[in-house]
Each structure stands twice: as structure tokens, then as C-alpha cells.
């Protein structure tokens, strides 16, 4: 076979190869177009259910409104015709009463005539005293027409426009929830959760983070602040986690819809203090250490179970109690753990002390971070910078390590050089007194 026909079966295989790349290429674009159909489809399937049933239980509850006002209205009417009527009846009673009283004095009247004309004027006697006693010209009071209650309806027919105006622009339909997840990072032990908005007009109060393991069962509360980013701890690693996010607008108390969720894992095994150590025990995750009472001779220092800091990632130490200052406490980071140490302001390490000072190498910086109070954070950032060789030997070379430490509001970079390369760090801490009690994550 000559040359330029291997140069064209070389390019035909090429061809097809590109092809076969280009058609798994457009089928995985269909997939993902196919799913974004199915996004759309089944959330309008869905935000149509809620919506028919949001105003069928809002026609419902304004029925059952209705129904209690127009009840209470006519118990009202009831009792105002009920006591109106009351007097009413007394009154007729007494004219009645008065009516049968006269049909009897007139009886008796004409029969006493009857028996005047023959004489006898005793029954006629008695009937004149009788007339006398009874009053004949007292009569009962009637109320005029303008003195009883006439009831009548008061009816506010704008009631009708006010509600049309409050139905008419109630509930509104979003194409896309006001916030959603930016970015998900995996931390040791945990993924660092970002979001943020994408409605502008949206003016959050309060943003409500949860997540569920795997991709069913319930979702729960994780957090629910202020701030737009949380780091989510406590997370077995390689195991796939969902996410999502809502928030609650300035001066309201419903929450919005739930960004579309989304799914993260982490490799990154947790940070764990090392067991054993005296004069600290540690929480059932060995993630928080509390220096207590014992061996109060002498500083001890409290080192990671296995060096799992690496360049590039944020290892952050937070304060939960604080106990008495000394100068020899110190949180930091180390290249190789040595026992019998006060303090981790020793070589190959760099540190913070409870009171603001860092160290590097066991000497201190010039600058400073704020002393160290209930819920101090303090976070370690730290990237390769360069080599730089002996005599164009790296074996003799130096190593050079950009430290960020940040402190509240406040930070301090810096470079740690190192004789050796070091792809992970233990972390460690040293405290001279009890109570102090610290968080790493």
C-alpha cells in the first residue's frame, strides 16, 4: 500500500472517529435538551396543581367566611326584632287586657239600666263605683312608629371592587426562582454551598438552605440567615447529596419557590483530631477538641489525626468556648507532628496565638489579627507559589508556600518557605489553660 493510501485510511479512520465523537456528542445534547423539556413540562404540570388547589382552598375558606359573617348578621337581626318586639307584646297584652275589662264594664252597664227602669238602683250603684275604681281615663302609651326600630342593611358594595382588585392580583407566576445555587465546593467532611440571586428586583431578607442524602426522602433545614454561602459538615464521604435553596422577600413571611436542586459529593475525608492526646477529649466526631483540666503543668500540643490539609483548600478553626490566656496557645498548621511540645510555635509550622500574634517558623510577624473571643473564626489559605533550586537541584531547592490567615475582619498574607515539598499538612493546637474548645472544619 503506498504512502498516500495509508495517509487517506489514516484520515478516513480519523473522520470516522470524529464522527462518532460528533454523533455521542449531539445525542448527549439531546439527553440534556430532553431533560430540560421534562424541567419545563413537569414544573408547569406542577405549579398548575398548586395553583388550582391554592385557590380552590382560597374560594373555600372565602366561602366559609362568608357563610360566618352572613350567620353572625342574622343573629343580629334576630336579636334586635326578638328585644324590639318584647315591649311590644307587654304593650298589647295591657291593651287587651284593658279591652276585656271595658267589654265587661259595658255588660254590666247595660244590664244595671235594665234594672234601673224597674227600680232597682242598687246594681246601678255598684256599677258607678265600680267604673270609678277602674280608671277610665288612663289609657296605656304606644311608641310612635319613629321610636321603634326599623332594621335595615348597611351593605358596602366597594367591598366587591376591593376584593376583585386583591383577587385579580393575587399570586404571581416565575419563570425561574429568584435565587439559586451558584456553586457547590467540597470541603473535608462537607460541601461548601454558594447561591445567589437572579431577580434583581427580588430584595431578600432571609435566605432558607436545605438538603436531603441521595435524591429522595425529605429535605431538611440546614440553615437560614443572612449570608449566601454555608458550609454543610458532617457529610459521608462519596455519597451524592441534593441541594437547594429559597428565600423570603423584605417584610414578608412566605418563602419563595426552591431553586431547581442540585447534586454534590465529596471525597475529601473530614478533619479528625488525633485520640489520646491528655489533656483534651474530643466530640464523638473528633471534629471539636476542649482542653480540660489535666496536665495543667505544662502546654500540650493537640495535633490532627492524619495530615489532611492541602493547598488549595480553606482550613478554618472556630472558637465554641473560651478559657484563660496564654502566651503559648496557638492554632496553626504543621509540616510533620512532634510530641512533647508546649506550644506549635516551633519550626516548620505557622500559627495565630489566642491573642492576635502569628507566628512562622517560630518567629513573630510584626503584624497582627484581633485576640481570639467566644466565635472567633479563624481560617488558613495557603497555594504553592514557586521552587526555587540550588545549583539547578531542586533536591537542595526552597519551597515556597503563600500563607493568607484571616481573622474576623481582618487577614495577613505572607510566604513559608520550606526546605522539602509538602503535599499535605497536619493542624494542630495548644492551649496552657482549660475551657478553651475548638471547631475545625
Same mark, same amino acid.
Given at each position: 500500500m503506498s504512502i498516500e493510501a495509508d495517509i487517506l485510511l489514516q484520515e478516513a479512520k480519523e473522520s470516522i472517529e470524529a464522527a462518532q465523537n460528533y454523533k455521542t456528542e449531539l445525542q448527549q445534547r439531546l439527553q440534556d435538551l430532553n431533560q430540560a423539556r421534562k424541567q419545563v413540562k413537569g414544573s408547569a404540570t406542577q405549579t398548575r396543581?398548586?395553583?388550582?388547589?391554592?385557590?380552590?382552598?382560597?374560594?373555600?375558606?372565602?366561602?366559609?367566611?362568608?357563610d360566618e359573617r352572613l350567620a353572625s348578621l342574622l343573629l343580629e337581626v334576630d336579636t334586635i326584632e326578638q328585644n324590639s318586639i318584647r315591649p311590644l307584646d307587654d304593650c298589647q297584652k295591657l291593651i287587651e287586657q284593658g279591652v276585656g275589662t271595658a267589654d265587661e264594664l259595658l255588660r254590666e252597664g247595660e244590664a244595671a239600666l235594665r234594672c234601673s227602669i224597674g227600680g232597682k238602683d242598687?246594681?246601678?250603684?255598684?256599677?258607678?263605683?265600680?267604673?270609678?275604681?277602674?280608671?277610665?281615663?288612663?289609657l296605656p302609651e304606644v311608641p310612635s312608629l319613629v321610636d321603634v326600630p326599623c332594621l335595615s342593611a348597611q351593605l358596602d358594595e366597594s367591598l366587591l371592587g376591593v376584593v376583585r382588585e386583591r383577587i385579580f392580583s393575587h399570586g404571581t407566576v416565575a419563570s425561574h426562582p429568584p435565587v439559586q445555587i451558584d456553586e457547590l465546593l467540597e470541603r473535608p467532611g462537607g460541601i461548601q454551598v454558594r447561591w445567589c440571586k437572579v431577580d434583581d428586583e427580588f430584595a431578600a431578607q432571609d435566605y432558607r438552605l436545605q438538603y436531603r442524602k441521595g435524591t429522595s426522602g425529605l429535605?431538611?433545614?440546614?440553615?437560614?440567615?443572612?449570608?449566601?454561602?454555608?458550609?454543610?459538615?458532617?457529610?459521608?464521604?462519596?455519597?451524592?447529596?441534593?441541594? %437547594?435553596?429559597? /428565600?423570603?422577600?423584605?417584610?414578608?413571611?412566605?418563602?419563595?419557590?426552591?431553586?431547581?436542586?442540585?447534586? =454534590?459529593? &465529596?471525597?475529601?475525608?473530614?478533619?479528625?483530631?488525633?485520640?489520646?492526646?491528655?489533656?483534651?477529649?474530643?466530640?464523638?466526631? %473528633?471534629?471539636? /477538641?476542649?482542653?480540660?483540666?489535666?496536665?495543667?503543668?505544662k502546654g500540650t500540643v493537640l495535633?490532627?489525626? =492524619?495530615? &489532611?490539609?492541602f493547598c488549595g483548600q480553606t482550613l478554618t478553626f472556630q472558637i465554641i468556648t473560651a478559657g484563660q490566656v496564654d502566651k503559648r496557645d496557638s492554632i496553626g498548621v504543621c509540616v510533620e507532628c512532634v510530641?512533647?511540645?508546649e506550644t506549635l510555635q516551633r519550626d516548620r509550622a505557622v500559627c495565630i496565638s489566642t491573642n492576635g500574634a502569628v507566628f512562622v517558623n517560630g518567629k513573630e510577624m510584626t503584624n497582627q489579627l484581633p485576640p481570639f473571643t467566644l466565635g472567633s473564626t479563624v481560617t488558613f489559605d495557603m497555594e504553592m507559589v514557586n521552587l526555587y533550586p540550588v545549583n539547578n537541584n531542586l533536591e537542595g531547592g526552597s519551597h515556597k508556600l503563600r500563607v493568607t490567615i484571616g481573622s474576623g475582619s481582618r487577614e495577613v498574607v505572607f510566604d513559608w518557605l520550606l526546605d522539602e515539598p509538602c503535599d499535605s499538612l497536619h493542624f494542630a493546637c495548644s492551649f496552657a489553660y482549660p475551657g478553651w474548645k475548638v471547631l475545625v472544619f
Amino acid at each position: 500500500m503506498s504512502i498516500e493510501a495509508d495517509i487517506l485510511l489514516q484520515e478516513a479512520k480519523e473522520s470516522i472517529e470524529a464522527a462518532q465523537n460528533y454523533k455521542t456528542e449531539l445525542q448527549q445534547r439531546l439527553q440534556d435538551l430532553n431533560q430540560a423539556r421534562k424541567q419545563v413540562k413537569g414544573s408547569a404540570t406542577q405549579t398548575r396543581e398548586v395553583l388550582k388547589q391554592h385557590f380552590r382552598d382560597l374560594g373555600g375558606a372565602l366561602t366559609k367566611l362568608l357563610d360566618e359573617r352572613l350567620a353572625s348578621l342574622l343573629l343580629e337581626v334576630d336579636t334586635i326584632e326578638q328585644n324590639s318586639i318584647r315591649p311590644l307584646d307587654d304593650c298589647q297584652k295591657l291593651i287587651e287586657q284593658g279591652v276585656g275589662t271595658a267589654d265587661e264594664l259595658l255588660r254590666e252597664g247595660e244590664a244595671a239600666l235594665r234594672c234601673s227602669i224597674g227600680g232597682k238602683d242598687d246594681k246601678l250603684c255598684s256599677f258607678t263605683k265600680k267604673a270609678l275604681q277602674i280608671q277610665l281615663d288612663s289609657l296605656p302609651e304606644v311608641p310612635s312608629l319613629v321610636d321603634v326600630p326599623c332594621l335595615s342593611a348597611q351593605l358596602d358594595e366597594s367591598l366587591l371592587g376591593v376584593v376583585r382588585e386583591r383577587i385579580f392580583s393575587h399570586g404571581t407566576v416565575a419563570s425561574h426562582p429568584p435565587v439559586q445555587i451558584d456553586e457547590l465546593l467540597e470541603r473535608p467532611g462537607g460541601i461548601q454551598v454558594r447561591w445567589c440571586k437572579v431577580d434583581d428586583e427580588f430584595a431578600a431578607q432571609d435566605y432558607r438552605l436545605q438538603y436531603r442524602k441521595g435524591t429522595s426522602g425529605l429535605f431538611e433545614d440546614v440553615y437560614v440567615g443572612q449570608d449566601m454561602e454555608y458550609i454543610v459538615l458532617h457529610m459521608d464521604p462519596n455519597m451524592d447529596y441534593q441541594f %437547594r435553596v429559597c /428565600a423570603r422577600g423584605d417584610g414578608q413571611r412566605e418563602w419563595s419557590p426552591w431553586s431547581i436542586p442540585q447534586v =454534590a459529593y &465529596t471525597t475529601l475525608a473530614p478533619h479528625e483530631w488525633s485520640t489520646g492526646t491528655e489533656g483534651y477529649s474530643l466530640s464523638s466526631r %473528633r471534629n471539636m /477538641a476542649l482542653r480540660n483540666d489535666t496536665a495543667l503543668s505544662k502546654g500540650t500540643v493537640l495535633y490532627s489525626k =492524619a495530615p &489532611t490539609y492541602f493547598c488549595g483548600q480553606t482550613l478554618t478553626f472556630q472558637i465554641i468556648t473560651a478559657g484563660q490566656v496564654d502566651k503559648r496557645d496557638s492554632i496553626g498548621v504543621c509540616v510533620e507532628c512532634v510530641n512533647g511540645q508546649e506550644t506549635l510555635q516551633r519550626d516548620r509550622a505557622v500559627c495565630i496565638s489566642t491573642n492576635g500574634a502569628v507566628f512562622v517558623n517560630g518567629k513573630e510577624m510584626t503584624n497582627q489579627l484581633p485576640p481570639f473571643t467566644l466565635g472567633s473564626t479563624v481560617t488558613f489559605d495557603m497555594e504553592m507559589v514557586n521552587l526555587y533550586p540550588v545549583n539547578n537541584n531542586l533536591e537542595g531547592g526552597s519551597h515556597k508556600l503563600r500563607v493568607t490567615i484571616g481573622s474576623g475582619s481582618r487577614e495577613v498574607v505572607f510566604d513559608w518557605l520550606l526546605d522539602e515539598p509538602c503535599d499535605s499538612l497536619h493542624f494542630a493546637c495548644s492551649f496552657a489553660y482549660p475551657g478553651w474548645k475548638v471547631l475545625v472544619f
